[in-house]
Antibody, heavy 119, light 106 residues
């Protein structure tokens, strides 16, 4: 199993850029996908997309295509979620998680990163 | 995109009682359905996958059933630690989607 630890909370202004991280530990040599999930304040879960650390194959859920970028650094078992220009509506908790294949349930979750965007 | 509709939105029960949560999908998804539990301030946790298979370490009081478009999560005898929000998710069709959640409270 892979354990995930995410970077700390961020407070940003609209228009700013941001990159948050998700570091894996444990059985990182196994085959798994990194999943990103958004949870807006007081709301449910939204599936943003997935990235395969071994080759960086990426799939975005349509609402997030073009709005965010996933990346990985295999050397340090770390995945990233980044924005080029934040909006107030990006305020949310962002979870990274793992799933065994691109069509599997999510089996392990990071603790979440709170991103607050306000002028 | 497959839409998942959970009911009820809120379920008020007493400790020791049985809780039954429903998840309906807009298209038949065979058994590729999962249930997650989320407590306040915590990340979600996988409870059930494949509609009826308990994840590692999940107590037997949690059970899942259903197929096609109708799925159920049953908690046989609610414990104090089970009061939380429960989400269903279909994970086979792209993009994977979640239901809006059911809050189980006292």
């Amino acid at each position: 199993e892979v354990q995930l630890v995410q970077s700390g909370a961020e407070v940003k202004k609209p228009g700013e850029s941001l990159k948050i991280s998700c570091k894996g530990s444990g059985d990182t040599s196994s085959s798994y996908w990194i999943t990103w999930v958004r949870q807006m304040p007081g709301q449910g879960l939204e599936f943003m997309g997935i990235i395969y650390p071994r080759d960086s194959e990426t799939r975005y859920s349509p609402p997030f295509q073009g709005r965010v970028t996933f990346s990985v650094d295999k050397a340090i078992d770390t995945a990233y979620l980044q924005w080029a220009s934040l909006k107030a509506s990006d305020t949310a908790i962002y979870y990274c998680a793992t799933q065994g294949t691109s069509w599997s349930p999510i089996d392990s979750w990071g603790q979440g990163t709170l991103v607050s965007v306000s002028s | 995109e497959i839409v998942l509709t959970q009911s009820p939105a809120t379920l008020s029960v007493s400790p020791g009682e049985r809780a039954t949560l429903s998840c309906r999908t807009s298209q038949s998804d065979s058994s590729n359905l999962a249930w997650y539990q989320q407590k306040p301030g915590q990340a979600p946790r996988l409870l059930i996958y494949g509609a009826s298979i308990r994840a590692t370490g999940i107590p037997a009081r949690f059970s899942g059933s259903g197929s096609g478009t109708e799925f159920t999560l049953t908690i046989s005898s609610l414990q104090s630690e089970d009061f939380a929000v429960y989400f269903c998710q279909q994970y086979k069709n792209w993009p994977p989607t979640f239901g809006q959640g059911t809050t189980v409270d006292i």
